[in-house]
T-cell receptor, first 113, second 112 residues
Framework: DGGITQSPKYLFRKEGQNVTLSCEQN?????MYWYRQDPGQGLRLIYY???????QKGDIAEGYSVSREKKESFPLTVTSAQKNPTAFYLC????????????FGQGTRLTVV | GEDVEQSLFLSVREGDSSVINCTYT??????LYWYKQEPGAGLQLLTY?????DMKQDQRLTVLLNKKDKHLSLRIADTQTGDSAIYFC????????????FGSGTRLQVQP
């Protein structure tokens, strides 16, 4: 089955800790994205990567970091510099060319305790 | 910058049609999308329309695009209780970062 997998589904973090959210896809997509969703709001773009070994900041990149060492994987680290990290995080991927849709993972809910 | 706006809430009775509206500002938008999100889940693509089309129909779903007014709508015919969810409108340009820009979502409540 082709798809995009996020793990874990739920994650708890103590204040001051870094945590890493996993995102893996086997769709052979070049582009991958991380979005943050807060209650009653749409999705806001954190980081995106259009090709391996390259990534760009989105609209709300502060306090986050990413890597793209493999085509299949685009992990997101929420650092202690992110002042309000409690949110629902969604990863997506899409083919690079044309107007094909973005496929989404099932999300990771991060809570700071 | 790009902006996508939707009304926050819509309530309909089962069997009625639902119409969810969206406006966007980016005139270079090439593709416009409708996604559905059920509680605690990721986004599921419902349909998308290319900017040179003005209508697309897919079973119970009809998308209308008025490019002049930058207005997109999603009509769900014969709405069912299983259609209760949040519906997101999104747009994507053909240049630059190509990431989707989302509206804030419309919560559709279907009353039995």
């Amino acid at each position: 089955d082709g798809g995009i997998t996020q793990s874990p589904k739920y994650l708890f973090r103590k204040e001051g800790q870094n945590v890493t959210l996993s995102c893996e896809q086997n769709l052979n997509h070049d582009a991958m994205y991380w979005y943050r969703q807060d209650p009653g709001q749409g999705l806001r773009l954190i980081y995106y990567s259009q090709i391996v070994n390259d990534f760009q900041k989105g609209d709300i990149a502060e306090g986050y970091s990413v890597s793209r060492e493999k085509k299949e994987s685009f992990p997101l680290t929420v650092t202690s510099a992110q002042k309000n990290p409690t949110a629902f995080y969604l990863c997506a991927s899409s083919a690079q060319d044309g107007g094909t849709e973005a496929f989404f993972g099932q999300g990771t809910r991060l809570t700071v305790v | 910058g790009e902006d996508v706006e939707q009304s926050l809430f819509l309530s309909v009775r089962e069997g009625d049609s639902s119409v969810i509206n969206c406006t966007y500002t980016d005139s270079s938008s090439t593709y416009l999308y409708w996604y559905k999100q059920e509680p605690g889940a990721g986004l599921q693509l419902l349909t998308y329309i290319f900017s040179n089309m003005d209508m697309k129909q897919d079973q119970r779903l009809t998308v209308l695009l008025n490019k002049k007014d930058k207005h997109l709508s999603l009509r769900i015919a014969d709405t069912q209780t299983g259609d209760s969810a949040i519906y997101f409108c999104a747009e994507r340009g053909d240049t630059g970062r190509r990431a989707l820009t989302f509206g804030s979502g419309t919560r559709l409540q279907v009353q039995p």
